[in-house]
């Protein structure tokens, strides 16, 4: 009898766990099992609710009906023209229809349903607006004609404000250039542009009170270069097209040394100095009316320096004519705290805290310049903005922003030096569709394998990978699908701060080792093409260690002997704040940390620097090979067969990033693309 119950409670338990691994690896297979329709045709960011049918709508030619949309649906007309197809009464059938839609932020709302003819419905003109730009994601060209996935969408944005932000007090940005990131912006949904005008190289805004403030001799960088008024109007008018508000900034007192070197004035408590801002407000607000620029942003951050003080009461009669003139105001936080204030807006920067009751905007940790194109993706994909599911009356939205602080030689290095559009792709899937939690332990690294998470990143960097190759043809996308590489890792190993330590694992390598009486093994499987060790903002990582030595290592399979390009960089560099914690490395050195890699066992010679042994205070000589994904590629020698990849990545006190990247790419016509014939796997 024991033995009998012994039986069944042990088959209660097999089936109990057999039960439970099928629910487990069934909802892998179903994240896994995507319908080949969204694989082909994959929308960002990720409708709120979407099902995809069987079978795709083919046609020659359209019609499309819309009596209440009729600038939407020139639009969409225009699209399908420029594609090479006509408008017929015997074409597909499309119609915008306007109705009120119940769900939360009806008014960018749509619903659009595809099958044997195509309907999208919307309350405003912004939700027919997102309808067609979802609708222009979707379409593929056959032959003569087109065609789209049989599907039914019901969507609408988490948060109100989706914006991004460029500072062109810094470093000015032509307008055709800022027009190009700002059709981008629109592609992806985004309802805010950010327009930094004034910082301590120049204001950047034409005024015609002061036309002082546009004088080379004002101006540290880019002598000569501003925005007239009208290219201004121009801007707002291009944006406001396209349902996007443009938020200008005059960044005051701090950041201010172009305006006082205009002015003549030697600090910020001139007498004369708040009339003149009063006036350059009054002058900005001008330009747009409220309805088409409701905001405002005056800046009041980083005021370090004793000429930028200001009296009590500076700042809050700058606040109070801002108000005056029908605008809600901005300010970042951290910055000036005005007494009485209980109506600005805080754009939060950093990890700082929104003041209680105030409405803001969440920029924290959204600083493109500080971003690596592969584990800053994970940071923009996990994290939650505002730290909410979705907006309310005080949680508005977040804006990504790019801060090239450091002077470049080029406009056109802004895009190339800074992940700026795999950031805004990757962004706009968190800052629309919003996420149920904030997952601060994937900020710097990817989740672990065989993990929903990771699946559910593995998902979404499948749909870039697709837009990246449709949709940024001839642009700057430093990325590549980086869920196929994996590496063991080893460490930290203690150097006492000294990094040219040698350890067994550069002799030979096997599982364990013994050091110092200290027992190492190798991690399990890594992922990423980025691996950050300990982060530079304190986000979780792989240590708590703050030096020492960690190794990686990986296994590449080429099917014939070849020189293969790769991206290879050491503990890498924020387009910020000069080459921070520097000094830049010396020839013959990948970094001051003096890491190595070996392929095969032989050691790979790090890349002939173009300006090697800078300083850290070297803000306004312009980077031009300094971080991997924008020098020339490393050429390595694989061997056919399987390859052993070895790297060793010391830390020392003085510098401020401990992380690696090795990854194999293939670039042509400045286009980088995965290497569709190597395979990966780990050793250990």
């Not at 701090?254 to 801002?277: C, I, N, Y």
């Not at 924008?630 to 390595?636: A, D, E, L, N």
Request: proline share 6%.
């Amino acid at each position: 009898m024991e033995s009998y119950l012994f039986k069944n409670k042990f088959i209660a338990v097999v089936y109990f766990i057999t039960l439970n691994l099928l629910f487990i690896f069934n909802g892998y297979a179903n994240l896994q099992r995507a319908n080949p329709l969204e694989n082909k045709y994959p929308i960002i960011p990720t409708p709120q609710e979407i099902s995809y049918g069987k079978g795709e709508l083919t046609f020659k030619t359209f019609s499309i009906t819309a009596s209440d949309f009729n600038t939407e649906s020139e639009l969409l007309r225009s699209f399908f023209q420029e594609k090479g197809i006509n408008e017929s009464s015997n074409g597909v059938k499309i119609q915008i229809i306007k109705e009120q839609l119940p769900v939360i932020n009806p008014d960018e709302a749509y619903k659009l349903s595809i099958d044997s003819d195509i309907k999208i419905w919307a309350t405003t003109e912004k939700g027919a607006y997102y309808a067609i730009r979802t609708l222009q994601q979707i379409f593929r060209k056959q032959g003569q004609g087109g065609l789209f996935p049989k599907l039914k969408i019901t969507d609408w944005p988490a948060f109100k404000i989706r914006g991004f932000m460029h500072d062109t007090g810094r470093n000015f940005q032509s307008i055709d250039q800022l027009k190009e990131q700002i059709e981008v912006i629109s592609q992806y949904k985004y309802n805010i542009f950010h327009w930094h005008l004034t910082d301590d190289p120049g204001w950047r805004l034409e005024s015609k009170l002061y036309p002082q403030l546009q004088s080379e001799e004002a101006t540290s960088r880019g002598k000569g270069k501003f925005y007239t008024q009208e290219e201004f109007k121009d801007i707002v008018a291009f944006c406001k097209a396209r349902h996007i508000t443009v938020i200008p900034e005059f960044d005051i007192p701090g950041h201010s040394q172009a305006f006082r070197k205009a002015m003549g004035f030697e600090t910020m408590k001139d007498e004369r100095a708040l009339p003149t801002l009063l006036n350059l407000f009054d002058e900005l607000c001008t330009l747009a009316s409220a309805e088409d620029m409701p905001y405002i942003h005056i800046g009041t951050d980083e005021v370090r320096n004793r000429e930028e003080y200001v009296e009590d009461g500076f700042v809050k009669q700058i606040m109070d004519r801002v108000k005056a003139l029908d605008r809600d105001l901005i300010v970042w936080m951290e910055g000036i705290e005005v007494k009485g204030d209980s109506t600005s807006i805080n754009q939060l920067w950093a990890q700082f805290d929104p003041r209680p009751g105030h409405r803001f905007i969440d920029s924290r940790a959204n600083y493109i310049n500080h971003l690596d194109p592969f584990a800053g993706m994970s940071r923009l994909f996990f994290q939650q903005p505002c730290r909410q599911p979705k907006g309310d009356e005080l949680a508005l939205g977040g804006i990504l922003c790019a801060w090239p602080d450091n002077n470049v030689a080029n406009e056109r290095d802004i895009l190339k030096q800074n992940p700026i559009y795999p950031s805004i792709v990757f962004y706009a899937d968190a800052i629309w569709k919003g996420r149920k939690e904030n997952k601060l332990e994937y900020w710097a690294k990817l989740p672990a394998l065989n993990t929903s998470e990771l699946q559910e990143f593995k998902v979404f960097e499948d749909k870039v990978i697709v837009h990246r190759d449709f949709f940024f043809e001839g642009k700057k996308f430093p990325y590549i699908r980086q869920t196929d590489f994996q590496w063991n890792v080893i460490g930290p190993f203690e150097n006492n701060n000294d990094v040219n330590l040698k350890f067994p694992v550069e002799n030979t390598l096997v599982a364990s080792y013994n050091v110092d009486g200290k027992d190492y093994k190798w991690s399990e499987p890594k992922v990423g093409g980025t691996l950050h060790f300990k982060h530079f903002f304190g986000f979780p990582a792989l240590t708590n260690e703050k030096t020492g030595t960690f190794y990686a290592t990986m296994e590449v399979y080429s099917p014939d002997d070849r020189l293969q390009d790769f991206w290879v960089g050491f503990q890498g560099w924020s387009r910020s704040g000069g080459r921070r914690v520097g000094p830049f490395p010396d020839q013959g050195q990948w970094h001051t940390t003096n890491p190595k890699l070996w392929v095969n066992n032989v050691e790979i010679a790090p890349p002939n620097w173009k300006q090697p042994n800078l300083g850290t205070r070297t803000d306004e000589i312009p980077f031009i090979d300094e971080d991997y994904f924008y020098r020339s590629p490393t050429k390595i020698q694989l061997k056919k067969g399987w390859n052993t990849v070895l790297l060793k990545i010391p830390q020392d006190n003085n510098s401020w990033k401990w992380m690696f990247t090795c990854v194999p790419v293939d670039i042509e016509n400045n286009q980088v693309r995965e290497v569709s014939d190597l395979k990966f796997r780990t050793i250990f």
